[in-house]
């Protein structure tokens, strides 16, 4: 069974049962989801019985350190989840950035030299000079070599 079948059905059962599932939460190994082992699917499966858990319930305090730290175990896993959520987007929107600024930033200037043009059009980087055969790889030279600080006007 794929991983993500395998934790949507574990999700589902136990939403669908009586809930918490104590015989769920029994049978995951603290020390396993310690070192990475089956981590994302059973602190899926367990969430929902995290939750439902009182603190009256008798079998909390049984186990409550193991509660405790699956449930420390869950709230890990969802913030590396969204830190790699954020860092995605923010990957995201300095790509987006970039592509609206760039026709505004880049500064090009089209050198000619005699004879037929198709063969001898270059293309110049005003910034460092370096010259280049089609406008695509001065482009390209000039997202990696000179990129523009996000935020930062022109009068800066």
Known sequence: MAEEEYQATATAIAI??????????????????ETGVGTL??????????????????KVKERYRKVLRIAQLQIEHLLKSQQELLKHM?????ENISRILK?????????TSGGSPENNDKYKCADCG?????????TSHFERRHPKPIGRSSSD
């Open 16 to 33: 669908t049962t009586n809930l918490p599932n104590w015989a769920l939460l029994d049978e995951i190994s603290v020390p396993l989801l």
């Open 103 to 111: 026709p505004k930033n880049m500064k090009m200037e089209r050198k």
């Open 90 to 94: 923010e990957k995201l929107e300095s």
């Open 41 to 58: 699917p059973l602190l899926q499966a367990a969430l929902p019985s995290i939750l439902s858990i009182s603190q009256n319930d008798d």
């Open 130 to 138: 370096k010259i280049f055969l089609n406008e695509n790889f001065l």
